[in-house]
């Protein structure tokens, strides 16, 4: 089999990346766009032409599929997803993964005991200034990573008391690419948030937090700087580490790999410098995943597998809970009592 055949739920917003990708990866067929509003989706079936679905229970009968990318509202990621699971289908999921440690349990379960090949759409993961990040973090081994990333307001959609909307939706990828980063396990987490700072709608404006992870003499603490009220700020991400530093804004990373001189000597930081691209990564994303589903030999990395999902979920909650009560919050006795 050279390509997989695809189905796309949800037609809208974000959703449009997702058909693009899914219709432009080299290695997919892109079968039909499911959503259950026919109107919504008229524009995909004229520019693409697949046909409209109107359920998913419909083009599980109907459809000869391999796998379904899925870009519904939050609220509906895991009664979605689990019907894809149980169909036995391989699947990209948007992010969050979904609305509860449980949802996102159940769904890392079907996946896993069914061997199916499932990925969450932190598409930034592929990105060359990213991936160059994370090459280096394998030599400077990472004690400190900084996200300063500010915005202005978001849109009426993003504003709502939800622990993922907010600031809390621009950070989603931050969350995720810390452990990513530094390649170990969180445990610990400290936030200071700030609501119904510029509106009054009780939404997640500003945030400072910090991520312990790993354990013994190799630990990092990743640190999330970011704001709806820093428009125009310089965005930038800042690593620090035993053997190096590194800095990245925009399309450009500068580094210096070594040892840390005594106070004797003198280093150049940036001696030497990596110019990415910009781009929607979605695409990419999608083509690894797909080339994963069609090869066992395959591996999913780096996309972010349900695993990582999950794991970011927990992150993102436990941000919440401390920041709404003051304190630091342990991962795995967030995980063992969260619903």
């Known amino acids: 089999m050279d390509k997989l055949r695809v189905a796309m739920i949800g037609a ?7 058909i693009r990708s899914i219709a432009a990866a080299p290695n997919i067929e892109f079968v039909a766009i499911c959503d259950m509003v026919q109107e919504a989706a008229k524009p995909i079936v004229e520019e693409f032409g697949v046909p409209w679905v109107g359920s998913i229970e419909q083009l599980m009968a109907d459809y000869e599929l391999d796998g379904c990318g899925i870009c519904v509202p939050t ?33 890392l379960e079907g996946v896993e005991s069914r061997g199916l090949v499932s990925a969450i759409s932190y598409q930034l993961r592929f990105g060359p200034v990213y991936r160059k990040v994370k090459e280096l973090c394998e030599q400077i081994d990472p004690l400190q990573i900084i996200f300063a990333r500010q915005r202005g307001m978001m849109s009426e959609k993003y504003l709502s008391p939800e622990p993922f909307d907010g600031i809390m939706d621009f950070i989603s990828h931050d969350i995720d690419m810390i452990p ?37 003499p190799h630990q990092t603490v990743g640190i999330i700087s970011s704001s709806m009220g820093g428009g125009g700020v310089p965005q930038r991400l800042d690593v620090v580490g035993r ?61 972010a597998t349900y695993r990582d999902g999950f794991n ?26 969260a619903d």
């Open 75 to 107: 609220a509906y990621h895991y009664d979605t997803a689990i019907q894809v699971i149980e169909a036995g289908k391989h699947l990209v999921t948007e992010k969050p993964m979904a609305k509860s440690v449980a949802q996102a349990r159940e769904m």
């Open 243 to 303: 053997n190096g530093t590194a800095v990245a804004t925009g399309n450009e990373v500068r580094f210096g790999i070594g040892p840390n001189p005594d106070k004797t000597q003198a280093r150049d930081p940036w001696s030497a410098s990596f110019l990415g691209e910009t781009h929607d990564f979605t695409m990419d994303l999608y083509a690894h995943w797909a080339a994963a589903c069609l090869d066992d030999s395959v591996d999913i990395a780096p996309a």
């Open 180 to 216: 990513f980063l530094a390649g170990r396990e969180p445990k610990q987490v400290f936030t200071t948030m700030g609501r119904d700072v510029w509106a009054d709608v009780n939404a997640i404006e500003y945030i400072g937090a910090q991520i312990a992870l790993g354990e013994g």
């Open 12 to 18: 809208g917003g974000r959703g449009m990346s997702h």
């Open 312 to 337: 970011a979920l927990l992150i993102s909650l436990a941000l919440v809970q401390s920041g709404e009560t003051g304190e630091v919050v342990d991962i795995a006795e967030f995980a063992a009592n």
